[in-house]
């Protein structure tokens, strides 16, 4: 019986272990979906002029999944909906840290500068669908590696 | 101690030793509070798990003022003491088992409906952005290490001193590590990509501390509407008020007894003429006999 225990625990211990490395993964599978469709789609937000750094990073990330970026044009709210119900994977644009979106959609930390010590204050982050969790710590990496 | 006022000795060292048990949850808990509060973001599950641990702190806090009232002395204003403050502490603990498990539903309920999507992104430390939902699950293995070791320690000595509002703190203490528990298959499951799991969890938990808090909220009424003492852990008759009853009768004849509880002390009334020698209350309730706090006889 406890010989049972011992090879649950374990095999519980390696498939944690082998799970480590895939965790975490997206709720609705934008990664995958990614690398299927060799697509990542973005929108910039309009009023974003300095969009480019964000941009390289989400190319870099493309790259590395064997895709590239298919820039999604929409407008305003359109995008805020568009990303929410997963018709595009990522939001370019000015945001604050106190944003009203912040519960609807995941914001980064600023992109290629420091964190303002105004939270009312607007600055480039790159906002991500909520629950795509490995997309999410993905260019969370990439924000925090680049840049400053 | 007098006949309405402080601590009988029989049980005074349980109760000293039941306040410094309080003040250890206090400690521990509140130290939960804090590293769960430091590594929450904006998970909302961890937000409720932090929230269902301030509010689990409520029992614990009014142990300890119904164990500082029931000592203070019966005065012109008071007569009859503070120890009904006890009861009252029974009532409020057992309606805060009972918000934390309405919350948990609330919460999960709502976000089971809406199909939220729990996002748990990096954190960057010391150079390095790791997923924040290894360090909330190391949060929450802390979270549950104090009340699974407090809980099992309060039980038994909530039953010596017949203290339902420990008992109830023990039932708090489970309901926080169950909550703990399921809160890191939670994040676990939102790991793997499975948006419904903490919420899923959470109801289940959420079911049971429902249950329990419903149980003890009957025994607190029924209490403080001068029921007949109910055990510490259900609903039906003490076992040593149903002796005392037996004892009672068995004395005085088929006669109307009635007993009422006023926090963890019995009154009893027994319908007839006061006899000559009224018994003590160690050959009524033996080993108990600090429970019986008066028994009072129909005048002539």
């Known amino acids: 019986m406890s010989g049972m225990r011992h090879s649950f625990a374990l095999s519980f211990a390696a498939l944690l272990l082998a799970g480590c490395d895939s965790l975490p993964r997206d709720a609705a599978g934008t990664t995958e979906r990614i690398e299927r469709m060799q697509a990542m789609r973005v929108t910039i937000l309009p009023d974003t002029p300095d969009a480019h750094p964000a941009l390289a990073l989400l190319g870099a990330y493309a790259r590395d999944h064997h895709a590239r970026l298919k820039l999604v044009p929409l407008h305003g709210e359109h995008a805020h909906k568009a990303l929410e119900d997963g ?34 204050h607007p600055v480039l982050r790159i906002a991500r669908r909520n629950g795509e969790n490995a997309l999410i710590l993905a260019t969370d990496r990439l924000v925090s590696e680049g840049p400053r | 101690m007098s006949l309405h006022s402080g601590i009988p000795d029989a049980i005074a060292a349980d109760v000293r030793h039941g306040e410094r048990l309080e003040w250890w949850t206090l400690l521990w808990i509140g130290s939960v509070v804090v590293v769960m509060a430091l590594v929450m973001g ?47 502490a029974f009532l409020v603990a057992a309606t805060a088992l009972l918000s934390v498990g309405g919350f948990l539903i609330y ?7 809406r199909q939220e999507h729990p996002t748990v992104g990096g954190i960057t430390l010391f150079g390095h952005t790791l997923w924040l939902g290894w360090l909330m699950i190391a949060a929450l ?78 025994q607190a009424v029924a209490e403080l509407l001068d029921g007949t003492p109910r055990a510490l852990d259900s609903n039906a008759i003490a076992e040593d ?13 088929d006669v109307g007894v009635r007993l009422r509880e006023t926090g963890r002390y019995i009154a009893a009334e027994v319908d007839c003429a006061p006899p000559a020698v009224i018994p003590s209350a160690t050959e ?6 600090w429970r019986l706090a008066s028994l009072s006889f129909r005048p002539q």
Not at chain 2, 185 to 204: E, K, P, V
Not at chain 2, 241 to 253: D, N, P, T
């Open chain 2, 107 to 113: 919460e999960s309920v709502t976000t089971l409906v």
């Open chain 2, 42 to 88: 904006a998970s909302q599950a961890m937000k409720s798990a932090v929230i269902e641990d301030v509010l689990s702190l409520i029992p614990a806090i009014v142990f300890l003022l119904s164990a500082h009232w029931e000592r203070k002395r019966a005065n012109n204003r008071f007569p009859f003491g503070y120890r009904r403050a006890n009861s009252l």
């Open chain 2, 141 to 218: 293995v802390y979270s549950i290490i104090p009340p699974l070791i407090l809980g099992r320690i309060k039980q038994p000595v909530a039953k010596r001193i017949n203290d339902k509002v420990l008992h109830t703190d023990a039932l708090m203490q489970k309901a926080d590590w169950q909550t703990g528990l399921a809160a890191i298959a939670g994040i676990t499951g939102i790991g793997f990509g499975w948006w419904w799991a903490d919420a899923s969890a959470a109801l289940f938990i959420a079911l049971s501390i429902i249950k329990d808090a419903v149980g003890a909220l009957r």
């Open chain 1, 87 to 120: 018709e595009i994977d990522v939001l370019v644009g000015h945001f604050a840290k106190a944003s009203p979106w912040q519960a609807d959609i995941a914001l980064s930390k600023p992109v290629a500068r420091g964190e303002p010590d105004d939270k009312e």
């Open chain 2, 241 to 253: 008020a149903e002796r005392l009853i037996a004892a009672l009768k068995a004395r005085f004849g």
């Open chain 2, 284 to 289: 009524l309730m033996g080993d108990n006999a």
